[in-house]
């Protein structure tokens, strides 16, 4: 049997039914461990060991490369195009965006198991501005992946990315 929808031929539509419903618990899980991880351990205050905020920036900034590398991977053309699928990774990673900052920000977080720079407590001004921009970036992505078009969403996604070099470059130590 062969399905034929706005964005693709499908051969196997019970096939693409399975993953688009792992797709779906696998976005809910990710929302529910971002959830969890903001209820946990969210605040600057809440961190009691720098150890804990290398943990948490960590978990975070995976699961953004996670769904960044799935969105990466249909940009590329590597992976279909689907619109809801895409939507959804970068609904997940704009919740994260706002996510990994503070605890950027505790002191001794750039010493033990990082990659954190330095230059994060010297030039923070420069660091919030970085993260803004990928937040915005990321909000944008989320409407711009919202309208289909998939030229404006390979757009967006590079100017995403260059963000997150932009504040790689800068304040990750290689």
């Known amino acids: 049997m062969v399905k034929i929808t706005k964005y693709r031929v499908t051969m196997n539509p019970e ?3 399975q993953k688009e419903a792992k797709m779906k618990k696998l976005v809910r899980l990710s929302i529910c461990l971002v959830f969890v991880a903001v209820a946990v351990g969210g605040a600057y205050a809440k961190f009691a060991k720098s150890e804990d905020a290398i943990k948490y920036r960590k978990a975070v900034m995976f699961l953004v490369g996670q769904h960044f590398g799935r969105m990466g ?5 590597k992976a279909d195009y689907d619109q809801q699928a895409f939507n959804r990774n970068a609904m997940v990673m704009e919740a994260l965006s706002q996510l990994p900052w503070e605890a950027s920000m505790v002191p001794g977080t750039d010493k033990g198991d990082t990659t954190l720079n330095a230059a994060v407590f010297d030039k923070q ?3 919030k501005a970085s993260a803004q921009a990928f937040e915005t970036g990321a909000a944008k992505l989320v409407s711009v992946s919202q309208s289909g078009d998939l ?5 967006q996604f590079g100017e995403v990315a260059k963000s997150c070099k932009g504040c790689h470059d800068k304040f990750r130590t290689k």
């Open 151 to 155: 030229s404006a969403i390979k757009a």
């Open 125 to 127: 001004d420069e660091f």
């Open 73 to 77: 991977a249909v940009v590329k053309g």
């Open 15 to 17: 096939r693409e039914q």
